[in-house]
């Protein structure tokens, strides 16, 4: 299985918003709509930001959102701020047998 | 508070075996609701699904690492368990520990992670 396809970078200025994407196959992300995004700051654990496409876990800024269409699925955060500056990853439920993928990963830069 | 930590030895020999433990607290291991795992991150790389176990005892392997998996679990200890065969230096990652959906194996709780590296 392999792994999902993000853009290596993505930036903005504080206080617009950037958006990021994931583009898998129909084995994954464009047959269930279980693609989450995690966000990861150097050094630190992976933290949950998105599930099921576009639900928020408790605690997250509602600048945070999911989207998805087809096999892509989409990652927007809006009103940048500079601890929003990490790497971001999307997974995929990807069946029985493969059970989940995650992708190549995105580092968003505020400029 | 669910809490996750990962432990076993930073630094083993290619070819030997890796052994790691996941102590699970705030939470049993027992529970019928989550699924439990393990996620690996190579050095300035992506993060791969490794393994999970339910409940039951069920367990689920990545296929290109399947023959040189295995996970176990130790409910009296509240601690579930991986082991990694054959090691070679591309199994060098922080290795991470993770609450699982237990039915889409989505990681909502991770450990701190430990680095292992595998070098002579």
């Known amino acids: 299985q392999s792994a999902l396809t993000q853009p290596p970078s ?45 639900k928020r876990p408790s605690g997250v800024p509602d600048r945070f959102s999911g989207s998805k269409s087809g096999n892509t699925a989409s990652l927007t955060v809006s009103g940048l701020q500079a ?6 990853y999307c997974s995929s439920y990807a069946g029985n047998n493969t059970f989940r993928v995650f992708g190549t990963g995105t580092k968003v830069t505020v400029l | 508070q669910l809490q996750l930590q990962e432990s076993g030895p930073g630094l083993v020999k290619p070819s030997e075996t890796l052994s790691l433990t996941c102590t699970v607290s705030g939470g049993s291991i027992s529970s019928s609701s989550y699924s439990w795992g393990w996620i690996r991150q190579p050095p300035g790389k992506g993060l791969e699904w490794v393994a999970t176990i339910y409940d039951s005892g069920r367990t689920y392997y990545n296929p290109s690492l399947k023959s040189r998996l295995t996970v176990s679990e130790d409910t009296s200890k509240n601690q579930f368990s991986l082991k990694v065969s054959s090691l070679t230096a591309a199994d060098t990652a922080v290795y991470y520990c993770a609450r699982l959906d237990y039915y889409t194996a989505r990681p ?10 595998v070098s002579s």
Request: with cysteine.
């Open chain 2, 108 to 117: 909502d709780y991770w450990g701190q992670g430990t680095l292992v590296t």
């Open chain 1, 10 to 54: 993505a930036s903005g200025s504080p206080g617009q918003s950037v958006t990021i994407s994931c583009t898998g196959t129909s084995s994954d992300v464009g047959t269930y709509n279980y693609v989450s995004w995690y966000q990861q700051h150097p050094g630190k654990a992976p933290k949950l930001m998105i599930y099921e496409v576009s």
């Open chain 1, 83 to 88: 601890e929003d500056e990490a790497e971001y």
